[in-house]
Nanobody, 115 residues
C-alpha cells in the first residue's frame, strides 16, 4: 500500500517562502495526477495545486503565481514551492492524488504564516 509522507512545513513571516516535499512509497505513483491539498482550522480540506502524469499543472486562483508544484517520478516525490506567503495560507498541507480517494492520507505538514 502506498504511504505518503509530507515534510517541509514551518513558521514563516508573511512574504516568505517554503518548500514542501512529499515522498511516496510504491511504484505506481507515476500514473496518477498528484496534488497538494490543505486544511485550515475550521475549514474543509481544499485542493490547491495538481500535476498530471504528463506534467500539466493547475492551481486554485488564491495561490496562482505564488505556488509551483512539481514531481520527480524517479524518486516518487512531489514538491510544492510556496512564495509570497500570506497569513491565509496557514493550514496543514497534504499531498495525495487529485481526487484524494486512492491513497491513505498522510499526517500532513503544518504551515503557519505569521509575523
Amino acid at each position: 500500500q502506498v504511504q505518503l509522507v509530507e515534510s517541509g512545513g514551518g513558521l514563516v513571516q508573511p512574504g516568505g517562502s517554503l518548500r514542501l516535499s512529499c515522498a511516496a512509497s510504491g511504484s505506481i505513483f507515476s500514473i496518477y495526477t498528484m496534488a497538494w491539498h490543505r486544511q485550515a482550522p475550521g475549514k474543509q480540506r481544499e485542493l490547491v495545486a495538481w500535476i498530471s502524469s504528463s506534467g500539466r499543472t493547475l492551481y486554485v486562483d488564491s495561490v496562482k503565481g505564488r505556488f509551483t508544484i512539481s514531481r520527480d517520478d524517479d524518486k516518487n516525490t512531489v514538491a510544492l514551492q510556496m512564495s509570497r506567503l500570506k497569513p491565509e495560507d496557514t493550514a496543514v498541507y497534504y499531498c495525495n492524488t487529485a481526487s484524494g480517494r486512492v491513497f491513505p492520507w498522510g499526517q500532513g505538514t503544518q504551515v503557519t504564516v505569521s509575523s
